[in-house]
Structures are given as structure tokens and as C-alpha cells.
């Protein structure tokens, strides 16, 4: 995906002065041989931090060799004001974690103390005001650093993502959709994120001067490939293909000093009579190129879905958390829920935006929702486009990033799956099982008024996506807790 950042992990030691550097040293090199083999790219640097210069030396060297992200290895104790200096000079996402001790054999010489060393360099942290990614247990050996640095790379890539993204948005939000709507200021203060808002009427006229493109006919032949024989609508795929040449052009021309986009574009009511079709299926394909286009204008959930991206680096879609599962089709399919309550289910559903490669099955369809009112007899035409399909079954997590009205930005995570269950409905659908839904629906989302887009990725990816909302600032960060565990609100009895 070109539309995610790539990451080169620096891993500079340190070693207070008082202690062997040979033991940091010694400690790098095993901790970058076992990260070597974790498809990382990762650089180890040759300079060792002991003072404040070998901090500036060591800034020099790691972009040098291009390092975006930084691990702060605490080989031994560790001088916390050069290695905490050095955190707060790097231009980028920062871990810092600590070696273990080796052996029982080699606690003289060998006894690095870094288990000390990380509660100063914690400390000055906290002095400098500085935000670095600490792991849940951040001591370890070789193996064990790696495997950390290996769950830092997906925080990096959130980060890293949001610092130079720009949103694009074309529309207000449809009427009546007012919980698409929230402050945008938060995006620039908390995210660092770039936002440029247009109208509608720059998206049609920039669609209208794409007519007789001659790369129409080239992204056609690549939809019908990608759709097979299950498209009974091919005469709409010539002004799709227009609508996808309009969106890139707009990208490749409006990006500016960012380097990735996302979109947040109206989709109705005026869409379908004016440009003549849904624009559901290129939301698709963008989705599938790592470039997510939120629905119904929603800003919030376009950077939800782009952080969703960054985490798993596969396509991510936008669903209404829209329906209760039936208790015929429960009690149909009780082997495949297992062990999950009929309040821990529900349907997530949308027109026909998600990526082909995240339905069991796909194909090209109508939006029959806007045909009852646009075209309530006869064949579809002004409300072709979408892809439809179940999604495929397997690990899921359920995401969203959004502004209070005041201001203040808070999110929830729950992991679960998509149950493998024919939910018998239209769209982009699919049947979802998280534990304790029941309780999360009511003290969560609708406790904490989330609106009812949420970001789906396909896999599960809480504990990143948890990271870099906490290295971000976002304070209030809401999970699915167990039934051990009750809400602030909940009615105890």
C-alpha cells in the first residue's frame, strides 16, 4: 500500500558511565541479530549514548540512514538525561525499553541494571513533557526486545501515518446526519492532521471535466476483471471509472505538503441524481489501495478507518452498527456462535463499500435503500454501484476515533469476529460476536454518544491501535469489559 507509511526502527544503546559500555554493546548486537530476523528494517547504531554529544552524534546518524522511528535501549542503567534528550530531539515516534539480565553466572561484571535505569529514565520523561511509547512489560532479553519492538513498528506506522495526513472532504453532511458532524479542531491539535474541505459542486466539476478521459477505458477493463461474471450493471462502470480518475487526480494535484489522504465525501441524496450512479464501489477500491473514503462525509470516520489501515496494513471498512441478529437465525446457528450470547451479536452493514478482498463474496449491485424513493419502478440506473457481499468470516476489531462537542477527542476498541453466518440482507453485511456487546452498546456507545459509523479492520489490532491513542493524548480510550467488570454507570443490581 503506497498510502501507509514505511518504517526504519533506529535502535540506539545507552550506557551510563559507570558501567561497562561493552555490556550495551554486547546487548545491542544480540537484540539487532534476533530483530534481523523479525522482517524489520531496522538500523542499530554505531554510536552508544553515555553524554548529551552522543546524543546529537547519534540524531546525525539516524538520519543518516533515513531512521523515522527511534528505540532507546537501555543496555545497562542508562544516563537519563542524554537518552531522554535524545527522545526529545527525535523527529518521531520514540519507544524506550531495558535488557534483562542474562544468567545467574554473570551478576558482577555482567549485571547491567537497566530494570533500575528505566524507572529514572521514566521520570525524566515525565520532567521533559515528552510522549514515548513504553511497553506493558518493557524489560526483557533479546528475544523478548524484539518482540516489543516488532508491536512498536504498528504504533510507528499510526503515528507516523496521522503527522502527514491530509482529509479530504467534499460536502456537508447529508441532513439529518447529525452524528456525522463534530469539531475538526482537535484533528489539528491533538493529530497533527491537514484537512481541506470543498463543495460538491468542485467534485462535479472536476468529474465533469474528466469526460472522454482516455484512462477510462483501462480502469473499466481493470473493474470487470476484478468483478468477474458477477457484475449484471456493466453499462455503469464507464462513469465509475470516471469517478475514481476524478478522486486520484484530485489526490495526486491537492496533496500538498502531506504525504497521504484520505476522503470524507458525500454520498446522497444529490449524489445519485447528479453524477448518475453510487459511488460505493470506487469507495472500495480505494479502500483496498490503503486510501479509505468515508461515507456521508464523515471526517472522524475517515481517520478512523486510515489508523485501522495503518495497524494492519489491509484494507479497512467504514459499517453502521445497524442491527440485531434474530433469534430464529441465533438458535439456527448456534454451533457457529459458540459460546457468544445473542446479546453479543449484531449486524454490521453498509450500501456496498467494503473492499472485495474482505467479502466471502462480491458483486456488483444497487443501492436499494435510495431506489425506493429514486427509482421506485423499474430497473435500477442512477442507483448502480455498490459491491455487495457478505464479509468474510474471522477476527475482526471494532474502532472509532471522534470529537466531543466540546472538543475533547475520545475512542473505543473491541475485538471480536464476524461469525460465519449467512445474515439473508443486502449490502456490504456481515454478523459480528464480541463478548458483552450488550453491556458496550449501552455504556459505551450510546453512553458516550458515538455515532453509529464504525471502523472495521480485519483483524485484531486493539493493542496498537490502544498504544498510539495513549501517545497521541486521547485519554478516554473505552474496551468491551467483562462481565467481572462494571461500567462507572451501570446499574449494579
Request: charged share 20%; with cysteine; glycine share 8%.
Amino acid at each position: 500500500m503506497n498510502n501507509i507509511p514505511s518504517v526504519k526502527i533506529g535502535i540506539v544503546a545507552v550506557s551510563r558511565n559507570c558501567f561497562p559500555i561493552e555490556l550495551s554493546k554486547k546487548r545491542l548486537a544480540a537484540l539487532n541479530k534476533t530483530a534481523s530476523k523479525k522482517n524489520l528494517d531496522i538500523y542499530a547504531a554505531e554510536t552508544v549514548i553515555e553524554d548529551e554529544q552522543n546524543a546529537l552524534d547519534a540524531l546525525k546518524e539516524l538520519a543518516k540512514n533515513k531512521c523515522n522511528a527511534l528505540v532507546v535501549y537501555l543496555g545497562n542503567f542508562g544516563p537519563e538525561i542524554p537518552e531522554t534528550l535524545l527522545a526529545q530531539k527525535f523527529d518521531g515516534p520514540v519507544m524506550f525499553i531495558a535488557a534483562a539480565e542474562e544468567s545467574q553466572k554473570d551478576l558482577i561484571d555482567g549485571r547491567g541494571d537497566a530494570y533500575c535505569g528505566m524507572l529514572n529514565a521514566s521520570y525524566n520523561i515525565s520532567l521533559r513533557n515528552i510522549k514515548v511509547y513504553i511497553p506493558e512489560y518493557p524489560v526483557g532479553t533479546a528475544d523478548e526486545a524484539a518482540e516489543m519492538i516488532c508491536e512498536f513498528e504498528s504504533v510507528a506506522r499510526i503515528i507516523l501515518g496521522l503527522h502527514s495526513l491530509k482529509i479530504f472532504s467534499f460536502g456537508p453532511r447529508p441532513y439529518d446526519f447529525m452524528a456525522c458532524n463534530a469539531p475538526i479542531s482537535p484533528l489539528y491539535d491533538k493529530l497533527g492532521v491537514e484537512i481541506q474541505e470543498n463543495s460538491e459542486l468542485d467534485l462535479f466539476a472536476a468529474y465533469n471535466e474528466h469526460s472522454g478521459d482516455k484512462r477510462i477505458s483501462a480502469v473499466v477493463k481493470d473493474m470487470e476483471k476484478e468483478l468477474g461474471g458477477k457484475n449484471p450493471y456493466s453499462g455503469i462502470l464507464p462513469r465509475l471509472a470516471q469517478y475514481e480518475i476524478t478522486l486520484l487526480d484530485w489526490m495526486r494535484d491537492n496533496l500538498g505538503a502531506s504525504k497521504y489522504a484520505v476522503f470524507a465525501n458525500k454520498c446522497w441524496p444529490a449524489f445519485q441524481t447528479q453524477f448518475g450512479f453510487v459511488p460505493c464501489y470506487v469507495n472500495s477500491r480505494f479502500a483496498a489501495n490503503g486510501i479509505p473514503i468515508a461515507c456521508e462525509t464523515d471526517i472522524y470516520g475517515s481517520v478512523t478507518e486510515y489508523m485501522l489501515t495503518c495497524a494492519t496494513q489491509s484494507a479497512a471498512t467504514l459499517l453502521d452498527i445497524n442491527n440485531t441478529v434474530p433469534a430464529d437465525m441465533y438458535r439456527a446457528n448456534k454451533k457457529a456462535f459458540g459460546d457468544l450470547k445473542l446479546t453479543d451479536t449484531f449486524m454490521g452493514f453498509h450500501c456496498g463499500n467494503t473492499a472485495a478482498g474482505c467479502l466471502s463474496c462480491s458483486q456488483m449491485g444497487f443501492q436499494r435503500i435510495m431506489k425506493r424513493s429514486l427509482e421506485p419502478h423499474g430497473e435500477p440506473d442512477i442507483t448502480r454501484g455498490t459491491l455487495e457481499g457478505n464479509l468474510r468470516a474471522g477476527d475482526v476489531t471494532i474502532f472509532r476515533l471522534q470529537s466531543t462537542k466540546d472538543s475533547v477527542l475520545r475512542s473505543y476498541i473491541a475485538q471480536g469476529e464476524v461469525v460465519d453466518v449467512d445474515p439473508k440482507s443486502f449490502g456490504s453485511i456481515g454478523v459480528f460476536g464480541i463478548k458483552e456487546m450488550g453491556r458496550f452498546y449501552r455504556h459505551v456507545l450510546i453512553e458516550k454518544n458515538f455515532p453509529h459509523h464504525a471502523g472495521i479492520g480485519f483483524a485484531h489490532c486493539g493493542k496498537p491501535l490502544f498504544s498510539a491513542l495513549k501517545l497521541l493524548g486521547v485519554d478516554d480510550v473505552s474496551y468491551n469489559q467483562s462481565a467481572a467488570l462494571p461500567y462507572p454507570n451501570e446499574n449494579p443490581f
